[in-house]
């Protein structure tokens, strides 16, 4: 079945840097575009970044541009989302999700990883 | 950026009909998604593109979206159905993607 498994959060001091994995499986990950989302304790659900099937094109939300970069090997089925200058607004349980559309994204997410924790804290 | 916005809560007795929206500027143009999310779980996708539904989403969820607002409509509402609910949509700007802040649905 598919399958999408988030590794890598944990506890970073303010100014850290973290990178995020999502390991799929079940699908073709070559032929999906893939999506980070992120929910802070308590609230609601953030879009943060998509990378298109093939890399070629990427999307980030303007709370992470700059910071964030989101990356895909499609030889490991992995996505990854590198977290730099990490702030204490970005603690959040982070879930990668599938594009329902393969090749022409059609930017909705059909499958979700159970997430995976990053606090921000000192 | 584009703003989706949803009404906090929503209360409903089983049996009735949960009637959820998500106001946006002229978002009746734009595919509007649904996604149901129970306490301590992931997001479950349950209407996409206005009104499809995944398999495995029973026939009891529908949506429709025309002018500013568009609706997620539960019929013959269970207890299991008790979540927050988040309508989404994908936005030409330098914010893309676009969440509403969510609406808690509660089964009296």
């Known amino acids: 079945q598919v399958q999408l498994v988030e590794s890598g959060g944990g506890v970073v001091q303010p100014g850290g840097s973290l990178r995020l994995s999502c390991a799929a499986s079940?699908?073709?990950?070559?032929?999906?575009?893939m999506h980070w989302v992120r929910q802070a304790p308590g609230k609601g659900l953030e879009w943060v970044a998509f990378?298109?099937?093939?890399?070629?094109?990427?999307y980030y939300a303007d709370s992470v541009k700059g910071r964030f970069t989101i990356s895909r090997d499609n030889s490991k089925n992995t996505l990854y989302l590198q977290m730099n200058s990490l702030r204490a607004e970005d603690t959040a349980v982070y879930y990668c999700?599938?594009?329902?559309?393969?090749?022409?994204?059609?930017?909705?997410?059909?499958?979700w990883g159970k997430g995976t924790t990053v606090t921000v804290s000192s | 950026s584009y703003v989706l916005t949803q009404p906090p809560s929503v209360s409903v007795a089983p049996g009735q009909t949960a009637r959820i929206t998500c106001g946006g500027n002229?978002?009746?143009?734009?595919?509007v998604h649904w996604y149901q999310q129970k306490p301590g779980q992931a997001p479950v996708l349950v209407v996409y593109d206005d009104s499809d539904r995944p398999s495995g989403i029973p026939e009891r969820f529908s949506g429709s979206n025309s002018g500013n607002t568009a609706t997620l409509t539960i019929s013959r509402v269970e207890a299991g159905d008790e979540a927050d609910y988040y309508c989404q949509v994908w936005d030409s700007s330098s914010d893309p993607g676009v969440f509403g802040g969510g609406t808690k649905l509660t089964v009296l």
């Open positions: 990378i298109r099937y093939d890399g070629s094109n990427k």
């Open positions: 999700a599938k594009d329902g559309s393969g090749y022409v994204p059609l930017y909705y997410m059909d499958v």
């Open positions: 079940g699908f073709t990950f070559s032929s999906y575009g």
């Open positions: 002229n978002i009746g143009s734009k595919s």
